[in-house]
């Protein structure tokens, strides 16, 4: 045990609370995320304390300590949100004996998902830590156009608007959110903003110019905790809500369009090679699958330190952290695969088209390959191999070239049931719930693409090792919209337009992005020299 002791602490002793105070069984509660006997020792406290005493003096003291431990690397995230269960559990328990009080709370916030966004992981992780740290948070949910996020703000009275965003489009509107907020005279609100796709850089140099207030990076859950007790500590201005409610409600927002950057420049040396003979044209789906199959595909690593975020600790080595996460995370996986068997839904659509790639543009044709059907443009570096998508497939002049498509889904269960663990505050298993259901769809997104790959006559290099699969060292590549090749969202109009996923369930909303959330959809290409590449 000395050896993962920096990881979480564990007591095997009968009584692990024995010859504690009052006050540090409760804090050992929280820290260590044990949920018996807890009542009974909360009971033991009010002898001494008034409920609300308990919850500002004792459990988020606890909270506090285990913030510390997070932020020092000597606790996982996952082992947080025990921790968060157990208080939300407490403050559930002591709540209707509190009186209520104005000042019970340390701040509020206003927390959403930005328009075009559908992901809202990193964010309920913040409304976690926040609401079990004392603050009152409005979560307002997912795809929130800044006009419903000031309305909501100013009527629930909220401090601080904190917005987040998976998608690289998402950094372009929150940034268009904070210039709006300036127009409706609204700089005097500080503004925290979260993502994957942000840096601190784009925030506190970039954002910090564009927005008359203050606008803080919050890398994660803990980071933002922190920016919040700067906040209440240097005080803020309070909102004058009847002044600015009829502003912000007579405005108008526009759609907020993403830059393509698109350049119209010389093409990259990239030759051409003998299209692949296909088995045929057009649109087949396929919903029949053995899910334990399909999980042979997932990824560990994305799914144990990406999902579910455990992290080396310093000082621990990467075979002793390899061991731990055999020990920790392994049968953590093996349940989920076992309760998640009948919730998951794999179904997928592909099929493969006459093409052609014409400057940046690749064009897709009739069955006869003549008429043209549509067109997609792509982007082009700038410089170095000045790659477009469009390079990997033969000129028009040419033989027609022919280009694979997918889009797979593990359909909307596993979403409700996490929306479920979420309500009723089982925040570790809402983790690993949601990481399951994103890398499954992921998985099944590879293990389809194996099998494109030898119906295209194209898998001469398939890698024996399954792990080389995560790292795409097979022959050609496959390109999800939204990221740096591919990264007009709005191409997925056209990609509906050609397979009509709506019968494996998958839809598409007002702002492009695939529903249920656990899809993925991807271009799949057959140029043995097409790779991941950046646009810059």
Known sequence: MARFENVRSTDTSSDPFAGLSVEDVLKKHIIDGIKKNLESHLDAALTSYQPLQIVNEILLDGMKTVGELFGAGKMQLPFVLQ????????????????????????????????????????????????????????????????????????????????????????????????????????????VILG????????VEQDLTDVYDGKVFYAQDAFEGLRI????????????????????????????LDPELYVFAGVSSDVQPVEPPKLPFYGVRQHTKFDIFEIYKYINPVALFRGQWQFRRPEGMGNTEFSQWLEAEATPIFERLQRELATVL?????????????????????SEDGSSERLRFTFPRQRDGKRLCLSDFFARPDQTRDVVGFQIVTVGSEVSE?????????????????????????????????????????????????????????YHGSRYSFGYPACPNLEDQAKLFELMSPKDIGIELTEEFMLAPEQSTSAIIVHHPAAKYFNVK
């Not at 993502?195 to 784009?202: D, K």
């Not at 493969?352 to 790639?357: E, H, I, K, S, V």
């Open 417 to 473: 049931r996490e929306r479920a663990l979420f309500a009723s505050g089982n925040y570790q298993d809402y983790l690993y719930t949601h990481g399951m259901g994103v890398e499954t769809a992921e998985a099944l997104a590879e293990y389809w693409h194996q099998q494109v790959r030898r119906e295209m006559g194209i898998d001469d290099v398939e890698p024996t090792d399954r792990k080389l699969l995560f790292s795409a060292k």
């Open 83 to 190: 921790s968060a269960e157990v208080m939300k559990t407490a403050v559930g328990y002591l709540e209707p004996m509190m009186e209520k009080s104005k000042g019970s709370q340390k701040g509020s916030i206003l927390l959403a998902t930005v328009a075009g966004d559908v992901h809202d992981i990193g964010k309920n992780l913040v409304d976690i830590i926040l609401t079990n740290n004392g603050y009152r948070v409005v979560n307002i949910g997912i795809k929130q156009p800044i006009n419903s996020i000031l309305e909501k703000y100013l009527e629930n009275q909220c401090e601080v608007i904190g917005m987040s965003g998976l998608l690289v489009k998402s950094t372009l509107i929150m940034k268009d959110n904070l210039l709006e907020m300036n127009t409706r005279g609204l700089a005097h609100v500080p």
């Open 345 to 365: 839904k794999p179904r997928v659509q592909w099929g493969y088209f006459p093409c052609a790639g014409e400057g940046n543009d690749l064009i897709i044709y």
């Open 195 to 202: 993502g994957a796709a942000l840096t601190r850089g784009y």
């Open 228 to 255: 919040m007790e700067d906040i209440r500590e240097n005080g803020i201005e309070a909102p004058t809500a009847s002044e600015l409610i009829e502003r912000v409600r007579s405005h108008r927002v526009d759609a």
